[in-house]
């Protein structure tokens, strides 16, 4: 534990995108490090860090108490946003794990969201799940940003409730910027390139493999979309 918590920069890049003052839910909390940091830097006003199962719980607890923030920070044990109530924080944190789990997350605990918090939401994958989510549910993506630490890549996402305006208009453009990211694809920055290199590796492997194989309807289908993906893939990190 921490007495004057510190952040790696993957969560600093999260914590960049917290207005300043907001009241803070981070789901998933993990030692209570974010909450803590933010209220030591003086980024949030107080803040509830959820944890679902009791041994982090227990962990978070001991972090807050250990740096004398119980009055600040409360540690609350429950699933995902089942822990807040409509309107009770100005901001959601949501951190270091899946794409898809993230997206169950809100969509199970959407009724617990007023409408009025932003979102900073860092998949470790899939974070084509979250976009698909946060645009079906009428959520505007802001921001977009990749971070490259210890040798993995990381995305983050902002967004708040309003008018999408970053995506093409295009089912078929749209759909690649969901996978992409809109922002990302157009800036592509190292992390990016690297990233979505490495993926073509990945599926042009599995590309050769699958090519060995029977020569069924199905399989030429698969093919036929690994292929179209990988030039895609080829596309936006040229």
Partial sequence: MQTHVTLDQRLKKVVSYIPQGAVLADIGSDHAFVPCYCIQQGLVERAIA??????????????????????????????GLTVLAPGEVTAVTIAGMGGTLIATILEEGKAHLSGEERLILQPNVDAVDVRKWLLEHGYALLSEAIVKENGKIYEILVAEKGEEMIYAEDADIRKWELLFGPQLMREKAPAFIEKWQAEQQKRQFILEQMQRGNDSELLQEKITTIRRLIEKMKEVTS
Avoid at 54 to 79: F, K, N, T
């Fill in 50 to 79: 959820g944890e679902v199962n009791v041994g982090p719980m227990e962990a978070a607890q001991g972090q807050v108490a250990l740096v004398q923030l119980d009055e600040q920070i409360e540690v609350r044990l429950g699933s």
